[in-house]
């Protein structure tokens, strides 16, 4: 369990860093140059992950909760409409104009439709600790940005273009579950 924690904590602080502390990430960025830390946090955050991979991978679960049954079309939904704000964090959107943060709150749907399957204490550090770290991140980004400005409205076909890639990636990550992590999404 100690390298998936290991691994969240270097992902969390690597994130909340330039969040938290603007200063201090551009007094990096100005000793090293923008590229050179790019690169640095770049390779922090793949190490990051190998540790979280390798971590649930050697972690041994211990049951913490028993999840509710029957929530196979809750949890389905809370992850599609994760995958909305995912793509609509890298497009531009209507949603946008209703969600400040939609990577972060795709970051959340993801972690609490997964914490409603998984009561395990390895799931628990994953996704939770994915979950509040999302909710800080919200919380720092919106202190270091200030008052919101909303962006301009796009055409409709911009967003039924982001529901459709959202349902490609949903439809896709759907099937290939099992393979790619060993257990049936419901």
């Given at each position: 369990?100690?390298?998936?924690?290991?691994?969240?904590?270097?992902?969390?602080i690597a994130h909340l860093?330039?969040?938290?502390?603007?200063?201090?990430?551009?007094?990096?960025?100005?000793?090293?140059?923008?590229?050179?830390?790019?690169?640095?946090?770049?390779?922090?955050?793949?190490?990051?992950?190998?540790?979280?991979?390798?971590?649930?991978?050697?972690?041994?679960?211990?049951?913490?909760?028993?999840?509710?049954?029957?929530?196979?079309?809750?949890?389905?939904?809370?992850?599609?409409?994760?995958?909305?704000m995912f793509v609509t964090?890298?497009?531009?959107?209507?949603?946008?104009?209703?969600?400040?943060?939609?990577?972060?709150?795709?970051?959340?749907?993801?972690?609490?439709?997964?914490?409603?399957?998984?009561?395990?204490?390895r799931s628990v550090f994953?996704?939770?600790?994915?979950?509040?770290?999302?909710?800080?991140?919200?919380?720092?980004?919106?202190?270091?940005?200030?008052?919101?400005?909303?962006?301009?409205?796009?055409?409709?076909?911009?967003?039924?273009?982001?529901?459709?890639?959202?349902?490609?990636?949903?439809?896709?990550?759907?099937?290939?579950?099992?393979?790619?992590?060993?257990?049936?999404?419901?």
């Amino acid at each position: 369990m100690s390298l998936l924690i290991a691994g969240l904590l270097i992902f969390t602080i690597a994130h909340l860093l330039p969040a938290a502390s603007p200063a201090t990430r551009a007094q990096f960025a100005a000793k090293l140059g923008e590229n050179a830390y790019r690169g640095i946090f770049s390779v922090v955050i793949v190490v990051s992950l190998v540790l979280i991979v390798f971590g649930w991978k050697a972690a041994a679960p211990a049951i913490l909760y028993v999840p509710p049954a029957g929530g196979g079309p809750v949890i389905s939904a809370l992850v599609f409409f994760a995958f909305v704000m995912f793509v609509t964090s890298k497009a531009r959107t209507n949603y946008r104009r209703l969600v400040r943060h939609p990577q972060m709150i795709a970051v959340i749907l993801w972690a609490v439709a997964h914490l409603l399957v998984n009561g395990d204490s390895r799931s628990v550090f994953l996704f939770g600790g994915l979950g509040v770290w999302a909710v800080f991140e919200i919380v720092l980004c919106n202190k270091r940005d200030g008052e919101w400005k909303k962006p301009d409205v796009v055409p409709f076909s911009a967003d039924l273009i982001v529901v459709a890639i959202a349902a490609a990636a949903f439809a896709a990550l759907f099937f290939l579950h099992k393979a790619l992590f060993g257990v049936l999404p419901y």
